[in-house]
């Protein structure tokens, strides 16, 4: 990621703690996570809010949800992207689906909805 980013207070829309699963050694490690509009950010402490460990920019997701089959633990969720799929754990199914719902929202692209409104006119 070329540009720093730093999320602001006012951005945040949810944030808690998630185990995500790491990139090249597949390793489970806790994050605190942060959603905002543009992103799902992940930081190596509670309360950080710039360089994050990850950035997952939500225009680029194709699609979020359940993945206790894929990782074989419970309350697992997937966040798939054109060039990676990324693996998280919550610590409760009611969290997990939390999580699922308000990236799922944010990946809806309003402006997109419209237009596909106008057409069937």
């Known amino acids: 990621m070329s ?20 990139k090249f050694l597949k390793e489970w490690r806790r994050r605190w996570f942060v959603l905002t ?3 799902v950010c992940s930081f190596k402490a509670q309360g950080e809010l710039r360089n994050p460990t990850e950035a997952i920019r939500l225009r680029e997701c194709s699609s979020v949800k359940s ?5 074989g633990k419970e309350n697992a969720l997937r966040i798939d992207t054109p060039g990676r799929v ?3 754990i ?32």
């Open 67 to 71: 993945a206790d089959a894929d990782v």
């Open 90 to 121: 919550a610590d409760t199914a009611a969290e997990r689906e939390e999580w699922i719902g308000q990236i799922g929202r944010r990946m809806v692209r309003p402006g997109m909805m419209i237009e596909e409104e106008e057409e069937h006119d």
């Open 3 to 22: 540009a720093e980013i730093i999320v602001h207070r006012d951005d945040i829309i949810k944030e808690g703690w998630l185990i995500k699963q790491s």
């Open 37 to 39: 509009p543009q992103y």
């Open 86 to 88: 990324f693996f998280l």
